[in-house]
C-alpha cells in the first residue's frame, strides 16, 4: 500500500523567512502527491499536486513543493512566511485500493509563523 | 463556485446516540467521500461512492456506520449506536470524477463529540 510520512510534528519560522515542511513517500509505481492545508475549525484546502513532469510543482498562495525521486521526498516551500501561513498541513498519496483512487494522508505538520 | 457543503458543524451526543450527517458535494461532481479524522490524525477514508454506487467501504465500520448518495448529488452518513471512539471531524469531499489525477475538494467538515 502507499504511503506518506510527515516527520516533524511542527515547525516554527519566522515571518518573512523561507518554510520547508518535510513529506516522504512510499510507493510502488508512479507517485501522485499532494499537499492540503487545515485552517482551525475548516475543512483541507488544496495547495498543489506532482503528477508527472516538473520536479517543482507551483501551488496556491505561494507554496511550491519539489518532487525527488531518489530520496523519496515531496517537501512543501515557500520563499517568504506569512503570519497567516499558520496552520496544519498534510501530504498525501494516492492509492489504488480496491482498484479506484483513493487518499492517504500523512499525519500532518502543524506550521507556526511568529511576527 | 460553491464549494461542498456539511451540516451540522458541529454535534454533541451520548454514547449509544444515533446521529446523521449530510453533504452536497460540488454540482456535477460524480464521486463523493467521506474521511474520518482523529484529533492528532490525518484523514481516513470511511466510504467512496462514484455516483450513487458504492466503490470503496473497506474502512467503513458497518455493525455501527452506514451511509447513502441517492440521486447521486447528496450523501448522508449515519452512526448508530455512537461510541467514544467516534468522537472526531467527519470531513465530504468530492472530485469531478475518478480519474488518477483528480484533486479533491473538501467540506468544512462536522465535528462530533461523543460522552
Known amino acids: 500500500a502507499q504511503s506518506v510520512a510527515q516527520p516533524e510534528d511542527q515547525v516554527n519560522v519566522a515571518e518573512g523567512n523561507p518554510l520547508t515542511v518535510k513529506c516522504t513517500y512510499s510507493v510502488s509505481g508512479n507517485p501522485y502527491l499532494f499537499w492540503y492545508v487545515q485552517y482551525p475549525n475548516r475543512g483541507l484546502q488544496f495547495l498543489l499536486k506532482y503528477i508527472t513532469g516538473d520536479n517543482l510543482v507551483k501551488g496556491s498562495y505561494g507554496f511550491e513543493a519539489e518532487f525527488n525521486k531518489s530520496q523519496t521526498s515531496f517537501h512543501l516551500k515557500k520563499p517568504s512566511a506569512l503570519v497567516s501561513d499558520s496552520a496544519l498541513y498534510f501530504c498525501a498519496v494516492r492509492d489504488w485500493g480496491t482498484g479506484f483512487q483513493k487518499l492517504v494522508f500523512g499525519t500532518g505538520t502543524r506550521l507556526l509563523v511568529s511576527p | 463556485e460553491a464549494g461542498v457543503a456539511q451540516s451540522p458543524r458541529y454535534k454533541i451526543i451520548e454514547k449509544r446516540q444515533s446521529v446523521a450527517f449530510w453533504c452536497n458535494p460540488i454540482?456535477?461532481?460524480?464521486?463523493l467521500y467521506w474521511y474520518q479524522q482523529i484529533l492528532g490524525q490525518g484523514p481516513k477514508l470511511l466510504i467512496q461512492?462514484?455516483?450513487?454506487?458504492?466503490?470503496?467501504d473497506s474502512q467503513l465500520p458497518k455493525d455501527r456506520f452506514s451511509a447513502e448518495r441517492l440521486k447521486g448529488v447528496d450523501s448522508t452518513l449515519k452512526i448508530q449506536p455512537a461510541k467514544l471512539e467516534d468522537s472526531a471531524v467527519y470531513l465530504c469531499?468530492?472530485?469531478?470524477?475518478?480519474?488518477?489525477?483528480?484533486?479533491?475538494?473538501f467540506g468544512p467538515g462536522t465535528r462530533l463529540t461523543v460522552l
Open positions: 469531499a468530492s472530485s469531478p470524477v475518478t480519474g488518477g489525477t483528480d484533486t479533491q475538494y
Open positions: 461512492f462514484q455516483n450513487n454506487g458504492v466503490v470503496d
Open positions: 454540482s456535477g461532481h460524480a464521486t
